[in-house]
């Protein structure tokens, strides 16, 4: 697994709580474009859960 999915993760994880992508974004420094495909892919294996939140703003939130 790519580094990037493998820190994805764990920010996920040690949250406890469902994240919106800016905020993964944020705490990794990462485009929010990029990291919103990624963690898509990521949802798509099964590894992330995620849910749009609001379609007007493309807003999702994620959760393991």
Partial sequence: MPELEQK??????NAGVPLVT???AEKLKVDRR??????QR???EGKVKGRRIEAANGIWIWWL
């Fill in 42 to 44: 990521l949802a798509i």
């Fill in 8 to 13: 994805i993760l764990r920010v996920v994880k």
């Fill in 34 to 39: 990029i990291l919103l495909r990624r963690l």
């Fill in 22 to 24: 800016s905020e993964i």
